[in-house]
């Protein structure tokens, strides 16, 4: 065999495109690719080639241990019956559709990866398959697809300061104009390195926290939306660093307040049509939405040890703070795990969706992303019925009405979360059952290494990992 011949994980024609993109690539000074995929804890991790080697990337991937599906966030390792050893490796391929030339990190360019075994199967653990694979369930069941985007909120702070110590590099009340006429020129190249690569961005804005801010993209086929999110991240972290800033996406930097959430906002759709819009269920969803939207809620404890898998997840997931944290759904309800966003009167048919809250930043967005939709799908092929409303803080209910409601509250700790996933089949078979192990292990090494710290303790712990 020859560098020309791709082995069989490869896709067709990628060899030959490859190699008109090294071309191409080089003649704009890109000297690197950076190879980028997100690990089990939620830790994007890469590699980087030669752009003259993008082509031999292509037609035989570039090796990297599979021991990374049970890395913690603090690089040491768990293990499952079947991951953890140092034994075996993987082919890393680029997804050329996605390669982008990084706006902010000149000379080098990104693309996420798929991972397959040297014979040129799937990795059972690749969270990106994964999604793939349950997007094409659902297209090949019932006909839909989705649309979906993922907010990005990060607090920014001073670099050089004391130590690990979260200072902000900004001051001004939430939403303040203050806060943003003083990252007014980083904001600005932000937004200028996002057009450069293609990002829709819809939304940028300071938030509430001390030296946080958010940026909503348009939203995606579900791949591309996690894709997305992961660029976004890399574009945030250079642009900032370039102006001497340092930048945070854990779900908490302080023991104490609000902190960065992740919201995965999502639509079904069927030929054309948005299916959260022009029903005769409730604020316009059709019977499958509504039951889409059911079957999220019976399976959002399990879902937590996906969207929210980290210990310092749990600092943020507390109610009366916009977290979600209860079992509940309501009408631009931000209390609500569940937010029904109907959009405003004449564009309801392209902006209906619904918003997941207790999602952050430390969740791998693949998984997330498919372990949503796979418990959605599961609640549309029961016809599961839409319990009622929930306005208001849910922490406000009575213990009777929440329990006439169904209102209960997501697991505090993320052993519990574990327990919720253990027992929810439904999502450990979507997400096959070496991942499942995956996923388990890592969530209670996590747990481990959280034991006996205070809350400041554990946001400390994690507070640069994301």
């Not at 890109?30 to 089990?40: F, I, M, P, R």
């Not at 059709?286 to 749990?314: I, N, Q």
């Not at 992303?369 to 959605?376: D, E, P, Q, T």
Request: net charge negative.
């Amino acid at each position: 065999m020859s560098e020309s011949d791709p082995v069989p994980g490869g896709r067709p024609g990628d060899v030959e495109r490859a190699t008109a993109l090294s071309g191409e690539l080089t003649g704009q000074g890109v000297h690197g690719v950076v190879l980028a995929y997100v690990d089990t804890a939620g830790i994007t991790r890469v590699k980087t080639v030669p752009t003259a080697k993008l082509a031999p990337a292509a037609a035989w991937g570039v090796g990297m241990s599979p021991v990374f599906d049970t890395f913690l966030a603090d690089d040491s390792i768990v293990t499952t019956d079947v991951l953890g050893s140092p034994d075996g490796d993987l082919r890393l391929y680029p997804d050329l559709d996605r390669l982008t030339v990084l706006a902010a990190q000149p000379g080098w360019a990104w693309a996420p990866v798929d991972r397959i075994t040297q014979e040129g199967a799937p990795h059972p653990a690749c969270g990106r398959t994964v999604l793939r694979r349950t997007v094409a369930r659902a297209a090949a069941l019932h006909g839909i697809t989705f649309r979906a985007a993922v907010e990005i909120e990060w607090v920014v702070g001073r670099d050089g300061t004391d130590g690990d110590a979260f200072v902000p590099a900004v001051s001004g009340p939430a939403y303040g104009a203050a806060r943003q006429v003083e990252l007014s020129d980083c904001a600005a190249d932000l937004l200028a390195a996002l057009a450069a690569q293609g990002v829709d961005v819809e939304q940028f804005h300071p938030e509430y926290a001390a030296g946080q801010f958010e940026v909503s993209v348009g939203a995606l086929d579900p791949v591309a939306a996690a894709d997305h999110s992961v660029l976004v991240r890399q574009t945030i972290r250079a642009v900032s660093r370039r102006h001497g800033l340092r930048v945070s996406f854990a779900p908490a930097v302080l023991g104490q307040g609000v902190g960065n959430g992740g919201h995965l906002h999502l639509s079904a759709w069927r030929d054309g049509t948005n299916l959260h819009a022009g029903g005769t269920g409730r604020y316009g969803m059709t019977a499958e939405a509504e039951s889409f939207v059911a079957g999220v809620l019976g399976h959002l404890p399990a879902l937590t040890a996906m969207t929210a898998p980290s210990p310092t997840s749990r600092l943020r997931l507390r109610p009366s703070q916009w977290a979600g944290v209860f079992t509940a759904w309501g009408r631009e309800t931000r209390e609500a795990a569940l937010r029904i966003v109907t959009g405003t009167t004449g564009v309801r048919d392209r902006a209906a969706n619904l918003e997941v809250k207790p999602v952050d930043l430390a969740a791998n967005p693949y998984l997330a992303l498919a372990s949503v939709i796979a418990a959605g799908l599961d609640g549309l092929s029961a016809s599961a019925p839409l319990p009622a409303e929930t306005t208001g803080d849910p922490a406000r209910l009575g213990a009777d009405e929440a329990a006439a409601r169904g209102v209960r509250r997501l697991p505090v700790t993320l052993t519990e979360s574990v327990e919720a996933f253990r027992a929810d089949g439904v999502l450990r078979e979507a997400l096959g059952p070496v991942l499942a192990d995956a996923v388990i292990a890592v969530r209670l090494g996590e747990a481990r290494s959280a034991e006996g710290l205070d809350d400041d303790g554990v946001a400390a712990a994690y507070r640069w990992k994301y």
